[in-house]
Antibody, heavy 118, light 110 residues
Framework: QVQLQESGPGLVKPSQTLSLTCTVS??????????WSWIRQHPGKGLEWIGYIYYSGSTYYNPSLKSRVTISVDTSKNQFSLKLSSVTAADTAVYYCARARTGTIAWWGQGTLVTVSS | QSALTQPPSASGSPGQSVTISCTGT?????????VSWYQQHPGKAPKLMIYEVSKRPSGVPDRFSGSKSGNTASLTVSGLQAEDEADYYC??????????FGGGTKLTVL
């Protein structure tokens, strides 16, 4: 059974870079066939895809966030990471990492709340 | 890319059936048989309930079913139970673009 766990600071100052890491267990990122994804949910709101990365390093980003997002993968550690630059209060959200295939997400992390505040 | 359109709320009494719709375009819902439905209870991560329009993952009760017609997908919950009260989100593959989510539907069991 695949498990995903997000980690990173829960508080980020405005204009700084939000950095989160997702550690995958029970399955190898390098096995292929899956898109390792970041999704966020603003408080009381719906879900929003941020982007995803394939084990080879190919990435797809939400056009609305593309200029500020970088997703990377470290197959040696079975981890993938999210960086979101120039954050504002509008980036306060619960951030989920997940494993997806053709848009289907069978496995989700528990989510981590990131608050942007000075 | 616009989000998929879902009704903000739906409700039904225990034992009844409720259907939630999810409307997209020919570039997403109508173009692929990769529509998923997720259930989310407060403070919890979403849980996959339906994938590829009508398939149920292991462990999901057969009270949950999915279908699609044209650009609109639907989730039907039959024999409503109290624990079905949650938010439900649809999602659709959109080719090489980022997949889309619906805005979510709050299901209330009366």
């Amino acid at each position: 059974q695949v498990q995903l766990q997000e980690s990173g600071p829960g508080l980020v100052k405005p204009s700084q870079t939000l950095s989160l890491t997702c550690t995958v267990s029970g399955g190898s990122i390098s096995s292929g066939g899956y898109y390792w994804s970041w999704i966020r949910q603003h408080p009381g709101k719906g879900l929003e895809w941020i982007g995803y990365i394939y084990y080879s390093g190919s990435t797809y980003y939400n056009p609305s966030l593309k200029s500020r997002v970088t997703i990377s993968v470290d197959t040696s550690k079975n981890q993938f990471s999210l960086k979101l630059s120039s954050v504002t209060a509008a980036d306060t959200a619960v951030y989920y990492c997940a494993r997806a295939r053709t848009g289907t997400i069978a496995w989700w992390g528990q989510g981590t709340l990131v608050t942007v505040s000075s | 890319q616009s989000a998929l359109t879902q009704p903000p709320s739906a409700s039904g009494s225990p034992g009844q059936s409720v259907t939630i719709s999810c409307t997209g375009t020919s570039s997403d819902v109508g173009g692929y048989n990769y529509v998923s439905w997720y259930q989310q209870h407060p403070g919890k991560a979403p849980k996959l309930m339906i994938y590829e329009v009508s398939k149920r993952p292991s462990g999901v009760p057969d009270r949950f079913s999915g279908s699609k017609s044209g650009n609109t997908a639907s989730l039907t919950v039959s024999g409503l139970q109290a624990e079905d009260e949650a938010d439900y989100y649809c999602s659709s593959y959109a080719g090489s673009n980022i997949p889309l989510f619906g805005g979510g539907t709050k299901l209330t069991v009366l």
